[in-house]
């Protein structure tokens, strides 16, 4: 079974940087065509929302608009990890952030795993 381990969240004050990390490890016994990996996060009160993606294979890179020009996600295919490396923060930025692993299977959809979550606080 796929175990997502996320780590790297704590308290910071506005303007500094976090790097959060999310280990991948086990398989499932299906097969996929493509794979991405992201980013969500969650504040209290609000719906889970996207933060960045990016492909396995190609390294392409998506981000939401609230956080272009801070947030970088990158991802090391030998140690199946994904990261996200957040500059400048806003005290917007506090909530749980979530590790996501989309696995596209073909005409049969598409299987999605998460991480337990890792609290990101920014003060002011």
């Known amino acids: 079974q796929v175990q997502m381990v996320e780590s790297g969240g704590g308290l910071v004050q506005a303007g500094g940087s976090l790097r959060l990390s999310c280990v991948v490890s086990g398989r499932t016994g299906r097969t996929f065509s493509s794979r991405t990996m992201g980013w969500f996060r969650q504040a209290p009160g609000k719906e889970r929302e996207f933060v960045a993606s990016?492909?396995?294979?190609?390294?392409?890179?998506n981000y939401a608009d609230s956080v272009k020009g801070r947030f970088t996600i990158s991802r090391d295919n030998g140690e199946n990890a994904v990261y996200l490396q957040m500059n400048s923060l806003k005290p917007e930025d506090t909530a749980v952030y979530y590790c996501?692993?989309?696995?596209?299977?073909?005409?049969?959809?598409?299987?999605?795993?998460w991480g337990q979550g890792t609290q990101v606080t920014v003060s002011s």
């Open positions: 990016i492909t396995w294979s190609g390294g392409s890179t």
């Open positions: 996501n692993d989309r696995r596209d299977l073909g005409p049969g959809g598409f299987a999605d795993y």
